[in-house]
């Protein structure tokens, strides 16, 4: 393997592990939004990494990521969309007190 794929798969490993760190820690729905965030970066980074080193050639990799980071800020658009009706209704956006949330 070359330096550069082993340094996108540590600083993926990274992002993966601070998302997956941020996402299951934290009680506001707004700070678990930007975890899930930043485990998508992490899996998108994967990704561009092994597809340079795969086929240098081909750009198809870099087409998905950025339809997957166009799905992405639509997904953080709809999350913080939902967050702020959260707080103007109930004034939380603790996932504590979101229990009459359930179906």
């Known amino acids: 393997m070359s330096m550069e794929l082993i340094v996108a798969l540590i600083a993926s490993a ?3 592990g601070t998302g997956i760190y941020g996402a299951l820690s934290q009680t506001n ?29 081909a750009i198809e990799g870099q087409m998905f990521v950025l339809i997957v980071m166009t799905v992405m800020a639509v997904e953080m658009a709809v999350g913080f969309g ?19 949330l359930k179906g």
């Open 29 to 57: 729905l707004v700070m678990i939004m930007m975890g899930i965030e930043l485990i998508l970066a992490a899996a998108l980074v994967n990704l561009v990494a092994f597809w340079r080193y795969l086929h240098p050639d």
């Open 14 to 16: 990274a992002l993966f």
């Open 82 to 100: 939902v967050a702020i009706a959260r707080f103007r209704s109930r004034g939380s956006v603790e996932m504590e007190e979101a229990q009459e």
